[in-house]
């Protein structure tokens, strides 16, 4: 049984930093994929970054250049820096995993992790 488990988020002012953790656990392989989504009240979640396990990184847009994804690959667990925070990134934020394994992928998700930015 994969789980994940989230940890880190808060509340926070605007500008402040958060670094979200995500551990893994039940898989004996490394994960293809690893990544970060969020989900704003009202609203469809929505992907904020990823990484392979090549370490390609992928993020959303309106979070470039300030927030960074990294991955213990050894651990399978994934971090979020997430910097210069602005109000819209408050949301639920849910780890996600991909594994690929004999043909077949499966999809992981964490519980997920309030972040709340307010002054």
């Known amino acids: 049984q994969v789980t994940l488990q989230e940890s880190g988020g808060g509340l926070e002012q605007p500008g402040g930093s958060l670094r979200l953790s995500c551990v893994s656990s039940?898989?004996?392989?490394?994960?293809?994929?690893m990544g970060w989504y969020r989900q704003a009240p009202g609203k469809e979640r929505e992907l904020v970054a990823d990484?392979?396990?090549?370490?390609?990184?992928n993020y959303k847009d309106s979070v470039k250049g300030r927030f960074t994804i990294s991955k213990d690959y050894l651990k399978n667990t994934v971090y979020l820096q997430m910097n210069s925070l602005e109000p819209e990134d408050t949301a639920v934020y849910y780890c996600?995993?991909?594994?690929?394994?004999?043909?077949?992928?499966?999809?992981?998700w964490g519980q997920g992790t309030q972040v709340t930015v307010s002054s």
């Open positions: 996600n995993a991909v594994l690929r394994l004999g043909g077949r992928e499966g999809t992981y």
């Open positions: 039940g898989s004996r392989h490394r994960f293809n994929a």
């Open positions: 990484i392979s396990d090549g370490g390609r990184t």
